[in-house]
Structure formats: structure tokens, C-alpha cells
């Protein structure tokens, strides 16, 4: 017994943001669909999403896009909001127009500040969305921080007690890790996702971050090469290894 479901073609690149079923159905009649370069005509045509037939499919000879369990890894830019209705740059302008049409919705992880750049995971995935959301997912994101004024000394101290407080909330933070890079540049490991946390956490001790990015996501690092507004698909075993961080 397959353990995913077959769905007919037409529904399949409907879901995949290629259009209505309609208009999917127009795509198969033109012959533009097709299985080992042979035009596929039957909307009905049943084909299971990942499966070894799926990925022999193509539209105009190039292949489909990932099926539902979508993971992407982008390097937001300063200035792009994490949302879909606020105005101005928007990370979801990022992606192609298509992604926006998926059926699961593609959402970000988390968010990052409008001032904050760096990696941004988004998924289909509903399931990995909740895991790596929860509070009690703890995976570790490094961010690397400019400061407005030089480290006091006691941050790596402070931040690694497990007791600071920040204004307005009633919980202290999780440990957290610092290293001093510089005067007023510093890395630092965080294990959760509170609003604006880092910029709070050295707010709390008197310092001003001037510019904040986030490296690493548990062992997802930017890969060498990805600029500022792009994008990648992970592979299953970096989605695996980023749920077992």
C-alpha cells in the first residue's frame, strides 16, 4: 500500500500553484505536461505526490516543483517584512508567484524583525511548522551582532545564567551563549524565539544593536553563495537534521 495518497493530475498542479484546475486542464490539452518528455492529456490521470512518477514529470521540459512538505531556506535582506498583508517589501515577494498559490500555504518559521537579515526557513508543512515552532523545540539559531557600544564584559556571564529578565515578561530567558568578536561586534546562540529577544537581551544590559543577523538555524548554515533575497529547497536529510537539533 502506498503511504501517500494518488491525486488526479489536475488537482495535483492545481495545489502546486500552476494554476486553477481549469487552467491546468488547458496546460494538459496543449500538451506542456509531461512523464519521460511524452505529452500527459488526462486531467484524471492519478499520480502520487513524490513518488517515482512524479518526478518524471515536467512542465515545458522543466521538472515540477517539490510537492507538499516544502521546506525553503532564504536569506531575508534587511528591510523585508516576514508577512503578507503590511506594506512594502514583503519575503514572500520573494518567491515565485506560484509558491503563494500552494495548496497547503507556504508560511515562514518564526519571524525575523524588518531590520534583521539573515536565514529565514518557510515550509508547506504543517507538521514541521508546529515542531519547530513550539516552545519546546529549542533549536539553536546563532546571530551575529553589531553594537552601539563596546561589550561591558559580563554579557557572556549574564546571557549564559539562565536569569535574565526582560522587560514586561515574568519568565527569565533559557541560557544563551556569547562570544565577543570585537569591541562591539559579538556572536550569539539562542534556543528561543521571543520577540526581538537579542535586541532586548543587550537592550536589558545598556547596549544598542545596530545590526543583527542570523547565521545558522540548529546545523543550517547559509551555504556559500546565497545572496541576500535568495533562496533553496533542503533536501529530506537536512529537514531531518534540523528536527533532530
Known amino acids: 500500500m502506498s503511504a501517500t495518497p494518488k491525486l488526479r493530475l489536475d ?11 481549469a487552467q491546468v486542464a488547458a496546460l494538459l490539452r496543449a500538451g506542456r505536461v509531461t512523464q519521460d518528455g511524452a505529452p500527459l492529456a488526462d486531467p484524471a490521470r492519478k499520480i502520487e505526490a513524490g513518488g517515482p512518477a512524479y518526478a518524471r514529470l515536467a512542465l515545458d521540459g522543466e521538472p515540477l516543483d517539490p510537492p507538499p512538505g516544502l521546506a525553503i531556506l532564504l536569506d531575508k535582506p534587511q528591510g523585508v ?3 503578507r498583508k503590511e506594506a512594502g517589501p514583503l519575503v514572500y515577494d520573494l518567491l515565485p508567484e506560484r509558491y503563494l498559490r500552494r495548496e497547503p500555504a507556504v508560511s515562514s518559521v518564526g519571524r525575523l524583525d524588518k531590520e534583521t537579515s539573515g536565514l529565514l526557513l518557510l515550509t508547506d508543512d504543517g507538521a514541521l511548522l508546529h515542531r519547530l515552532t513550539s516552545p519546546k523545540s529549542h533549536v539553536e539559531k ?14 557572556g556571564e549574564v546571557f549564559a545564567s539562565g536569569t535574565l529578565m526582560l522587560q514586561g515578561e515574568e519568565k527569565p530567558l533559557l541560557p544563551a551563549r556569547l562570544e565577543a568578536l570585537g569591541p562591539q561586534e559579538a556572536l550569539l546562540w539562542i534556543a528561543e524565539g521571543r520577540y526581538h529577544q537579542v535586541r532586548r537581551m543587550f537592550a536589558a544590559l545598556g547596549n544598542h544593536v545596530e545590526a543583527l543577523r542570523r547565521e545558522a538555524i540548529g546545523a543550517l548554515e547559509s551555504p556559500e553563495g546565497l545572496a541576500p533575497g535568495a533562496f533553496l529547497i533542503l533536501r529530506a536529510d537536512e529537514v531531518e537534521a534540523l528536527i533532530r537539533a
Not at 11 to 21: D, H, I, K, M, P
Open 11 to 21: 488537482r495535483l498542479l492545481a495545489g502546486l500553484g500552476y494554476g486553477s484546475r
Open 142 to 155: 546563532r546571530y551575529r551582532a553589531r553594537l552601539a557600544r563596546p561589550l561591558r564584559g559580563d554579557e
Open 81 to 83: 517584512t516576514c508577512s
